[in-house]
C-alpha cells in the first residue's frame, strides 16, 4: 500500500541545535517534494520544493534533500530557534498528478 | 490583503442539515484546492480546479460537492451532513498545477453534533 510516514510524531530539542525531520514513502514516485509548515489554528504555509532531480535545497536555515534510491526526504533546520516550534508536513506529487500529504512531525525546540 | 480567505471559521451544525464553506483567493492563480484535515491531523487533497475546470477528485462521498463560479473561488457544499464529516476544511490555491507552492487559508473548523 501507499504511505508517506514522517518519523515520530513528536521531536523535542534544545534551541541552537539541529534539528532533522525525516519523511519515508513507499510505493510512490513522486517528481516533486515538498515542506511545508503548520501552527495550531493556521494553514500550512509552503517552505521549500525539491524536485526528483534535485539533491539538495537550501533557503537561510533551512535545506532539505531527496533520495530517490532511499525513497526519503530529509528537512533539517539549523541554529534552532524556540519561534521554530510548529507542525512540519512534507508532501509529494506523484505520477497521474495526484498530491499527498505526509503524517507530520510536531517540532519542540526548547530554550 | 488576506491572500487565501475562507468563510466562516467555525461551523456548528446539526447531523442531517447542507452547509456551504466559501473560498477566495486574491493571488491570481489558476488552480485551487479542498482539503480535509482530521482529528489526527492527517491532510487529504478532495479536490482540485484549474481555471474552474475540475482536475483531481478524490474518493469522497458525492454529498461534498465544489462549485468554483470564476477562478478566485471555489465553495465546497456539503449535503446530509454526518458526525463523521466533523473535521478543518482548507481551501488553498497555486500558480499552476500541483507542482507548484500552494498557498492555505486557516481553514473551516466543521463540528457536527
Known amino acids: 500500500s501507499q504511505k508517506i510516514e514522517q518519523n515520530s510524531e513528536a521531536l523535542n530539542i534544545q534551541e541552537g541545535k539541529t534539528a532533522t525531520l525525516t519523511c519515508n514513502y513507499t510505493n510512490y514516485s513522486p517528481a516533486y517534494l515538498q515542506w511545508y509548515r503548520q501552527d495550531p489554528g493556521r494553514g500550512p504555509v509552503f517552505l521549500l520544493l525539491?524536485?526528483?532531480?534535485?539533491k539538495e535545497k537550501r533557503k537561510e536555515r533551512l535545506k532539505v534533500t531527496f533520495d530517490t534510491t532511499l525513497k526519503q526526504s530529509l528537512f533539517h533546520i539549523t541554529a534552532s530557534q524556540p519561534a521554530d516550534s510548529a507542525t512540519y508536513l512534507c508532501a509529494l506529487l506523484n505520477t497521474g498528478n495526484q498530491f499527498y500529504f505526509g503524517t507530520g512531525t510536531s517540532l519542540t525546540v526548547i530554550p | 490583503d488576506t491572500a487565501v480567505s475562507q468563510t466562516p471559521k467555525y461551523l456548528v451544525t446539526q447531523m442531517g442539515n447542507d452547509k456551504s464553506i466559501k473560498c477566495e483567493q486574491n493571488l491570481g492563480h489558476d488552480t485551487m484546492y479542498w482539503y480535509k484535515q482530521d482529528s489526527k491531523k492527517f491532510l487529504k487533497i478532495m479536490f482540485s480546479y484549474n481555471n474552474k475546470e475540475l482536475i483531481i477528485n478524490e474518493t469522497v462521498p458525492n454529498r461534498f460537492s465544489p462549485k468554483s463560479p470564476d477562478k478566485a473561488h471555489l465553495n465546497l457544499h456539503i449535503n446530509s451532513l454526518e458526525l463523521g464529516d466533523s473535521a478543518v476544511y482548507f481551501c488553498?490555491?497555486?500558480?499552476?498545477?500541483?507542482?507548484?507552492?500552494?498557498?492555505f487559508g486557516d481553514g473551516t473548523r466543521l463540528s457536527i453534533l
Open positions: 525539491i524536485r526528483e532531480n534535485e
Open positions: 488553498a490555491s497555486s500558480q499552476d498545477r500541483v507542482n507548484q507552492p500552494q498557498h
